[in-house]
C-alpha cells in the first residue's frame, strides 16, 4: 500500500467540558503545532436525567464545530481525526447528535472508549515531557471523566478511566453554587470510591514522577503559581487552594488570581478530585504536562500514516490471546481482499475503511473456537465486542464484531440487529468474508485458482475454472446454500465457469 503523505494534521477533542482544535505541521516526520482553538462548551451540563443531550448543549456543540470546521475545511481527508468522549459516550441521543456534528466539522468523528481515551491522553502527555527512563503517573481530570494511567516512555502499562469529572460532579456536588465543607467533604468521598478499585494496582506498581494534563489541572497549578503556594502543585498547596475557595463561600464570589473566568463554575468539583486522587494515591507532586488527548490523537493519527497503527497490533494481540490459526485467517484475508478489489467502485466500498474493517474481521472470524465450535461466529463476536481493543474507536470495534457474528450461518435473522446506519456497508462487507470463508473451507495452503466477482444490478457472479468447481462439489453446494441467503436480502448469487480457462495463481495477488 503507498504511503500517504500530509504536511499539516489536525486534531478535534470533544471534551465534556470544552472543545479543543489542534493543528501541526509534518517537519521532518515530527509534528509542530501550528494553531489551536478551544471553545467551552460543557457538553455534560446538557445531560438530562434521561442521558440524552439537551437541543441548547447541542447548539453551543455545533456552533463551536462549525467553527473548527472553517479551520478545517483546506486539510485533505483522512488528515483529520476527531473524537468524542465521556458525554458522547453516555448520551443515547449521541448517533443523532453525530450526523448534524460531522456536517458542521466537515470530518468524521469517533466515540472511544474510557480506555482508549486514557492511552491517548499518555501518549500526548509522553511526547510532552522529559524522555526520561523510569514509570510515570499521569492524571487527567476532564468534564466527566477521569483518566489514570502508569507507562513508562511511550507505552502505557496500566491504564483505567473513572466516571468522575468536573462538570458532572459540579451538578452533583455543587448545583447551588455553593461552597462548603459538606460539599468537598461528599464530592471526595465519592472520588474515593471511584478510585477504590485501582488504588491498589496503582501503589503496587508505582512511579518516580507524576504528571497531570487538561484543564482542571492547569488551572490548579496556574492558581498556586499566582498565589506563591509552589511551583508545582503539592499536597499542600492544594489544601490552601482548597480553604481559599471556602472562604469565598460561593462560584460567584470566586476571584482567585490565576484562575479564569470560563473555569471558575467547575473549579472547586476538579479541585475536590484532584484531591482525592492526592489522598488516595498518595501523590507528593504533580508537575503539569503540554500535552493532552488531543496531542495524544496526533500522534497516533501520524502513527497511523507511517504504517504504525496500533490497530494492527491489537488484532494480533487479539488472535494471539485466543489462539487463532493464523494462517487460515490470512488466506480468508487475502481472498476477501481479493473480491472486494473487484466489486468496491459498485458498491462504493472504496476508501481505506472497509479494506480495514474486512481484513480485520478476517484475522479474527474464527477466536470464538477458543470457546466453542458451536455458535463460534457469536462466541468471537462477544469476545471481540467487550475486550480492550487500544486504538479503536467504539464504532470501529462493533464494526468488526457485527462482520465476525454474520459471517456464518443465517444472515438475514443476524443482520437485523445492526444499527441501520451501518447496516448497508456491513452487509456488503460480511457477503465478501462469508464468501472468502466457504472458498477456503477446505484450509489448505494449495493457492485458489484465479476468481472473479462481477455485480450487475441485484446479481452477484462468482466465476471459477469449470475443472475446478467440478473438482469441489461440496464447495459448489456451499454456495448454493449461500444462495438461497442472499435470496432472501434480495441479491441473487450466480456460481459461473471463467469464461477463458486461466493458469492456476494465488487470485488475490
Known amino acids: ?34 494553531d489551536r482553538l478551544r471553545e467551552s462548551v460543557r457538553l455534560a451540563a446538557g445531560l438530562g436525567p434521561d442521558q440524552r443531550l439537551a437541543e441548547d448543549a447541542q447548539a453551543r456543540a455545533l456552533a463551536a464545530l462549525e467553527l473548527f470546521g472553517q479551520r478545517l475545511r483546506d486539510l485533505a481527508p483522512g488528515a483529520v481525526r476527531a473524537v468524542g468522549t465521556s458525554t458522547l459516550r453516555k448520551a443515547k441521543n449521541s448517533d443523532d447528535f453525530l450526523e448534524r456534528a460531522r456536517r458542521q466539522l466537515g470530518h468524521p468523528i469517533e466515540i472511544v472508549s474510557g480506555r482508549e481515551e486514557a492511552r491517548l491522553v499518555y501518549l500526548g ?44 460532579y459540579t451538578q452533583q456536588f455543587f448545583g447551588d453554587g455553593e461552597i462548603k465543607k459538606e ?25 518516580d514522577t507524576a504528571v497531570g494534563s487538561s484543564g482542571t489541572i492547569e488551572a490548579v497549578a496556574q492558581v498556586v503559581r499566582d498565589n506563591g503556594w509552589g511551583k508545582a ?110 466489486v468496491a467502485p459498485a458498491w462504493h466500498l472504496t476508501g481505506e475503511q472497509p479494506r480495514q474493517l474486512l481484513s480485520w474481521a478476517a484475522r479474527l472470524h474464527e477466536v470464538g473456537l477458543a470457546v466453542a465450535w458451536s455458535g463460534y461466529h457469536k462466541h468471537g463476536a462477544y469476545l471481540v465486542a467487550n475486550c480492550d481493543m487500544p486504538g479503536f474507536s467504539r464504532d470501529e470495534q462493533a464494526a468488526v464484531a457485527e462482520l465476525i457474528r454474520v ?3 443465517k444472515l438475514a ?28 473451507r477446505s484450509r489448505t495452503s494449495r493457492p485458489l485458482p484465479a476468481l472473479t466477482l462481477e455485480l450487475d444490478r441485484q446479481t452477484l457472479t462468482l466465476r471459477g475454472p469449470q475443472r475446478w468447481l467440478d473438482e469441489h462439489p461440496l464447495l459448489v453446494a456451499d ?15 450466480a456460481v459461473r465457469a471463467a469464461r477463458a480457462e486461466p493458469s492456476p495463481e494465488n487470485s488475490e495477488k
Open 233 to 342: 502543585i503539592t499536597a499542600a498547596g492544594l489544601e490552601k487552594v482548597k480553604k481559599a475557595l471556602l472562604q469565598s463561600g460561593r462560584v460567584a464570589k470566586l476571584n482567585l488570581p490565576g484562575l479564569r473566568p470560563d473555569r471558575t463554575a467547575v473549579f472547586p468539583a476538579g479541585v475536590a478530585i484532584l484531591s482525592a486522587l492526592f489522598e488516595t494515591l498518595q501523590i507528593q507532586k504533580l508537575d503539569v504536562a503540554g500535552g493532552a488527548l488531543r496531542e495524544g490523537v496526533l500522534y497516533d493519527l501520524l502513527g497511523r500514516i507511517r504504517h504504525e497503527d496500533l490497530r494492527d497490533r491489537t488484532i494480533a494481540a487479539i488472535a494471539s490471546r485466543w489462539h487463532a490459526d493464523l494462517e487460515q485467517a490470512a488466506r480468508v484475508e487475502r481472498t476477501a481482499i481479493g473480491l472486494l478489489k473487484q
Open 407 to 409: 459471517h456464518r450461518r
Open 125 to 168: 502527555v509522553a511526547h510532552s515531557v522529559a524522555d526520561e527512563p523510569g514509570p510515570r503517573l499521569v492524571v487527567d481530570i476532564g468534564g466527566g471523566s477521569t483518566e489514570c494511567i502508569i507507562g513508562e516512555r511511550y507505552e502505557p502499562v496500566l491504564v483505567d478511566s473513572l466516571d468522575m469529572g468536573c462538570v458532572s
Open 183 to 207: 460539599h468537598f467533604r461528599a464530592a471526595e468521598t465519592a472520588a474515593q470510591l471511584e478510585l477504590q478499585p485501582i488504588e491498589r494496582r496503582y501503589r503496587r506498581v508505582g512511579w
Open 413 to 440: 435473522a443476524l443482520f437485523r440487529d445492526v444499527p441501520p446506519l451501518r447496516s448497508e456497508m456491513t452487509l456488503r462487507l460480511a457477503i465478501l468474508l462469508r464468501l472468502a470463508v466457504l472458498l477456503n
Open 1 to 34: 500500500m503507498a504511503e500517504v503523505a500530509f504536511d499539516t494534521l489536525g486534531a478535534v477533542d470533544l471534551g465534556s467540558n470544552s472543545f479543543h482544535l489542534v493543528i501541526a505541521r509534518v517537519v521532518h516526520g515530527e509534528l509542530q503545532v501550528v
Open 479 to 493: 454456495l448454493e446454500r449461500e444462495r438461497d441467503e442472499l435470496a432472501v436480502l434480495g441479491l441473487i448469487l
